[in-house]
């Protein structure tokens, strides 16, 4: 056992981080799910110039949450002044980060890293841009990551979706520079309302919750049964510690919550916390075991 758990250059008390999204878009926020005890937080993505106008909504669902927004809308000018003051208190903040062009996304990520940032997380694969946002393809992949590794040595991690050539993505972002990578980002799903026969929210959108976990795991104990070995920040449908364990059981190095947060957010991530140390053996706030 080691001092606690290394990802991406941070050392954190526990391997409880919370997730990109709209809980993640305010200073405050942030603050309270770290003195809560998250052992790091994923901004809301920053991006220079977010889709505007767009009808940006959550539905939950029983087995999970449709969501329908994007990047955050406050300016990149805001993000690096709250992300300078994190980094002045050293605080275990990952900036989470896009834009619409690789070389958009270095120049950000060079702002970024000048604040003082540990780390960051590429919040490329989002699906929910119109016209249905851009396929991700290796290619695509690797393009994003190179152009933000030839602008900052930061710790890098790629945020994937799972499906389809996930191997093959998880080897470019490799090539480009990553490393690590977060899977999964939220995967294309569609609820009908029963009152129209319509879909919900206007279309199909991002998809998270308790039953994407099982794809989710299937997928990264594949990738480590390929040989992928860099560290990888599981995502989907955690709610419980026995959750977190399951992630650690199959490869990953940490997890990320953020669905469960949706409901009684402080009191949700505290419960997450304890019963993780719970089962991982570990007073809730002690250090984990190190990361790959």
Known sequence: ?????????????????????LLTDQERNIRKLLATGAGAVVTKTIHPSPPQGLDERILRLPSGMLNSTTYSKRSVEHWLAVLTSFADERLPVIASVHADTPAELGELAARVAATGCPALELGISCINEEPGGEEETPDRVHAYTAATRARTTLPISVKLAIGEGLV????????????????????????????TG????????????????????????????????LPVLGCGGVSSGRDVADYLSVGANVAQVYTALHTDMYETLERIVTETGAVLGRPAGATAGAAR
């Open 1 to 21: 056992m080691s001092d606690g758990v290394r990802i991406l250059g941070l050392t954190l008390k526990n391997p409880v981080v919370v997730g990109s999204g």
């Open 168 to 195: 093959d993505r998880v080897h470019a972002a490799v090539a480009g520079g990553a490393d690590a990578v977060t899977v999964s980002d939220t995967i294309s799903g569609a609820a009908v309302s029963p009152e």
């Open 198 to 229: 319509d879909l919900e929210l206007g279309g199909i959108f991002g998809y998270s919750g308790p039953a994407i976990k099982p794809l989710v795991l299937a997928a990264i104990w594949q990738l480590r049964r390929r040989g992928v070995d």
